[in-house]
């Protein structure tokens, strides 16, 4: 299983192209440790040809000039390495790329009802890609089965997704409705992850960009992996605030942080777990520099922040 982080940055990428918080301040000054990232993206091969998209970010064209194996082949005017998408929830920062992949014909896309329906109730996407080549749905296999490539044929993965605690997208919520502090977080069907196994090696591979809470089922997984790609949207709950660029707490938002007692560092120190990578990292998430008190408890925990172009092969 060859595995290609295109993009490790939370919605609005590092630097933020609005935001003057210290961590993009450091980006922009060209700062020591601080790297730039795009949004959250990752490629996923069975035999290093045809790569299947885990989730599409609306940095994606980028992403995909900086990986060949994406690009079309030398001998052909136009193609693409690419050959299907799978999506964990219907945010913007995961699914806006889908619209910049229109002209590469049909696009296969794995993605469960609940955001099948917000894509297709909030955002018209199956009403705009029906105007170009169109979109294939398929709803994910909720135990572990073959994964097909958009042909039809098996890539040599097997896959499961998996319910995660969620939340319907904003752009569903209403802009004029606030959301009530008391409102549960769990929404069903609106946020999954996926685990991989790959059919020759047994490699294992745990995908969770957007974690709300480690609920039974999302704690069973995590004994069963060889590789995490984790969510690591925000240090503490009120980063934000603290930030001075908000004031939504990281629970409203979706996110169970990862400093603390009750945050993810925490719950997975411990685990046997070879490859413990955090992704989707908020611009304001003071782990993304390399020096701070932060990124030394991440390396202490035996875990790593994730950088754009960071390759695994399990």
Not at 40 to 57: E, F, I, T, Y
Not at 74 to 79: F, S
Request: one cysteine or more.
């Amino acid at each position: 299983m060859y595995v290609r982080l295109l993009g490790t940055a939370a919605g609005g990428g590092f630097p933020q192209w609005n935001c003057n918080c210290d961590n993009c301040r450091s980006v922009r000054a060209g700062r020591q440790g601080a790297v730039a990232r795009t949004q959250s993206c990752v490629a996923l091969s069975g035999d290093g040809r045809r790569w299947l998209l885990l989730n599409a970010s609306p940095d994606i064209a980028r992403q995909i000039e900086a990986f060949p194996p994406l690009l079309p082949p030398a001998d052909a005017p136009r193609g693409t390495g690419i050959s299907g998408v799978l999506v964990t929830n219907a945010d913007l920062d995961h699914t806006l790329g889908l619209l910049l992949l229109r002209e590469g014909g049909a696009l296969t896309v794995y993605a469960p009802p609940a955001v099948r329906s917000a894509l297709t109730r909030g955002l018209r996407l199956h009403d705009v890609l029906s105007c170009y080549g169109g979109v294939q749905w398929r709803e994910p296999s909720y135990g572990l089965s073959p994964l097909y490539l958009a042909d039809g044929t098996p890539c040599g993965l097997l896959y499961e997704a998996f319910e995660l605690p969620g939340k319907p997208p904003r752009y569903l919520e209403g802009a004029d409705t606030p959301i009530p502090a008391e409102a549960p977080i769990q929404a069903e069907g609106q946020c999954v992850g996926y685990r991989f196994v790959d059919a020759s090696t047994g490699g294992r591979l745990l995908f969770m960009p957007d974690v709300a809470a480690f609920n039974a089922g999302a704690q069973a997984q995590l004994r069963q992996c060889d590789a995490l790609l984790l969510d690591g949207t925000f240090w503490s709950e009120n980063e934000m605030h603290s930030a001075g660029v908000g004031d939504t707490p990281a629970a409203r938002m979706g996110h169970l942080p990862v400093g603390g007692p009750e945050g993810s560092l925490a719950l997975i120190a411990s685990l046997d777990i070879r490859h413990k990578i955090y992704v989707h990292i908020n611009n304001t998430n003071p782990m993304l520099l390399a020096g701070s008190p932060e990124r030394a408890q991440v390396e202490a925990a035996g875990c790593v922040i994730g950088y754009d172009g960071m390759e695994l092969t399990l």
